[in-house]
């Protein structure tokens, strides 16, 4: 079965996952694709990344992926919880990562990677409620969802780990920084390239 993944090494939505595929060992081919290039636009016309094939399943929205991949490839793990309130705690973390952190960390990083100056404020301030909410959810449990790692943490580790970027400091956040670590610890963990590392469109 041939398995691709379209996007950009720079986009977090993309890096989810990337790293996701990487933790469950499987093979796939990841093409450099931008939102507007005739691969990707071919298979998603509105034009969002990542795209997913999976053989002859073809999927978008990166949460929806990770569901996925779960289902399919790690039924019943701590990666996508059974009990209703394991799945809700992950829900919303997945709705956080599409609404806080993308507005928030993620659009003060590409603000500033692409020069929007005039969104940099407006998206730090978003992130200056949502990284206070995220150190005292931190100070229950080791990861977002809970004790073990699930898809909330795959799916909000890239923008939060890259918050300098966007001029967001995490230094004062000591409990954000250790789970970011748990992370980074995970068998079969890979980086999001920094700016500097990641080719432009």
């Known amino acids: ?31 450099e694709a931008s939102m507007h290039s005739p691969e990707v636009l071919r298979l998603n016309p509105l034009g ?10 073809i999927l978008t929205d990166s949460n929806a992926i990770l569901v996925y991949l779960a289902k399919t490839y790690a039924p019943g793990s ?39 100056p005039e969104e940099i404020g407006p998206a730090q301030t978003k992130a200056e409620k949502l990284l206070p909410f995220m ?13 073990q790692p699930t898809l909330a943490d795959l799916a909000c580790y890239a923008y939060t780990a890259r918050a300098p970027e966007g001029g967001i400091s995490l230094r004062p956040y000591p409990n954000i920084r250790k789970w970011l670590d748990g992370v980074e610890a995970l068998p079969g963990f890979v980086s999001m390239p920094h700016v500097s590392e990641a080719p432009f469109e």
């Open 1 to 31: 079965m041939t398995r691709r993944l379209y996007g950009i090494s720079l986009s977090g939505h993309v890096h989810r996952v990337r790293l996701f595929l990487s933790i469950l060992k499987l093979d796939y081919t990841f093409v």
């Open 48 to 57: 969002q990344i990542p795209v997913f094939e999976d053989g002859e399943i």
């Open 78 to 116: 701590h990666w996508l919880p059974e009990d209703p309130l394991g799945a809700a705690h992950v829900q919303k973390w997945f709705s956080i990562a599409a609404g806080e952190l993308r507005y928030g960390p993620a659009m003060a990083r590409a603000a500033t990677i692409w020069k929007r």
């Open 135 to 147: 150190e005292g959810e931190l100070t229950r449990h080791s990861y977002l969802a809970g004790n």
